[in-house]
């Protein structure tokens, strides 16, 4: 149990420094890109290049951690997050923007996914959402800091220095990884011969649900994060004010992880899932009624509450799923599917506020995740159930 702290420990402080490093940008980096002379296209294409990357490369890092070991992945991945942090502020182009963000996104194919595949390994049959959602907490409170820091530090003392504070993070991260964490060796499916192919996992129906709902909850979370910086200066709200109200959306998911996690373990998964995708969905449709600083901030509140209510119960159940297919496996699986809305949100929208407007980016966002939502729970409510009662009857 000592070790299994010591793990949970050095990749909780690892995780916190590199997403704080991530949200440190994140309200910064649309407006960047808009100054390099970005349309709402070339935004969108910048952050789906990251998404994309991760995308294609995550399947193929947590298969190979599954059977070679994951801390070299998670090793390299951190400092390459720390030198690609220098390559922001570099960019002197739409296109060299977009080529540093492709590159950070396959950096970030190794990091989390793989230290959440750690976790999930140490995670006791009946507990996976509890000990899940606890992980999780060092992801949310660390990208929900950095909007307020960045916008903190961009008010101070300028667009660079956010870019300086995500290198120096990176860099403290995989210092602490390299000196403390142990290698958890290769780790394959207990009491599976075979490995089940990657075309197999994704036609599992159970897993199929699991990653239709989280990529839905991307496509939601990636139209708020994108287009909510670029919408709010329409209303007079200055970038600092923008950092706050993500911090508090971002917050909301880390406060009510742990005890969603344990209600996700008493067999409420699956409602849970419906709940908090109809309702994070559905906020996105207050924002183009926004007109002030508040109106904004009650509606990316309402979409923290609403992702907080889904995601420890898509954990619990990526990490049951976990152990028949292999914990890294299954992780990627559900990160490639957050990558696959995260590189939708901002294509749609960018198209969207290109032919339209911005406030139609939101009302559409919100009209087909709540549509979505409810033909996904239709087509799979039955598969997802059935893994949730295996679990918590093993």
Same mark, same amino acid.
């Not at 420990?9 to 916190?16: D, K, M, P």
């Not at 420094?17 to 407006?31: D, K, N, R, S, T």
């Given at each position: ?28 980096? &649309? +407006? ?7 349309? @709402?296209?070339?935004?969108? !294409?910048? $952050?789906?290049? %990251? #998404?994309? /990357?991760?995308?294609?490369?995550? &399947? +193929? ?7 070679? @070991?994951?801390?070299?992945? !998670?090793? $390299?991945?951190? %400092? #390459?997050? /720390? ?25 970030? #194919? ?285």
């Amino acid at each position: 149990m000592k070790g299994d702290n010591r793990i949970f420990e050095v990749l909780f402080i690892s995780v916190f420094a590199a997403m704080l490093g991530l949200g440190i940008i994140g309200p910064l980096l &649309p +407006i960047y890109a808009e100054n390099l002379g970005a349309t @709402g296209l070339w935004i969108g !294409i910048i $952050f789906s290049g %990251f #998404a994309a /990357a991760r995308a294609v490369f995550m &399947p +193929i890092v947590g298969r190979i951690s599954d059977e070679s @070991g994951r801390k070299k992945f !998670i090793v $390299f991945g951190l %400092f #390459a997050y /720390a030198v690609l942090s220098l390559g922001y502020v570099t960019a002197g182009s739409v296109y060299s923007l977009t080529a540093v963000r492709f590159l950070h996104g396959i950096a970030s #194919a190794m990091v989390v996914p793989i230290a959440m595949a750690y976790i999930g390994d140490l995670s006791k049959r009946g507990e996976e959402g509890e000990h899940m959602a606890k992980f999780q907490v060092s992801f949310f409170l660390g990208l929900g800091s950095g909007p307020l820091l960045g916008g903190v530090l961009n008010d101070a003392f300028g667009f660079a220095s956010a870019f300086y504070a995500m290198a120096a993070l990176s860099a403290l991260a995989f210092l602490v990884v390299v000196v403390f964490l142990p290698e958890a060796g290769g780790i394959s499916p207990s009491g599976r011969e075979e490995r089940i192919t990657l075309r197999g996992i994704y036609s599992h129906p159970a897993i199929f649900g699991v990653l239709a709902f989280t990529a839905l909850n991307a496509v939601v979370r990636g139209i708020l994060l994108v287009f909510m910086p670029l919408y709010a200066p329409k209303i007079s709200v200055v970038p600092g004010q923008v950092g706050l109200i993500l911090t508090v959306s971002i917050f909301l998911m880390a406060i009510f992880q742990i005890p969603m996690g344990r209600m996700a373990d008493r067999g409420k998964a699956t409602t849970m899932i419906l709940v908090g995708s109809l309702v994070s969905a559905a906020s996105l449709a207050l924002i183009p009624a926004a007109d002030s600083f508040w109106d904004l901030f009650i509606a990316a509140s309402a979409n923290g509450i609403g992702s907080a209510c889904m995601v420890p119960a898509l954990m619990a159940l990526t990490v049951k799923l976990g152990k028949e297919i292999g914990m890294g496996t299954s992780m990627s699986a559900y990160n490639t599917a957050m990558s696959v809305g995260m590189v939708t949100a901002p294509l749609l929208g960018g198209v969207v506020m290109d032919v339209s407007s911005i406030r139609s980016v939101f009302l559409l966002g919100g009209a087909l995740g709540v549509g979505a939502t409810a033909l996904v729970y239709l087509s799979t409510r039955r598969s997802l159930s059935s893994v949730e009662a295996e679990g918590s009857s093993s």
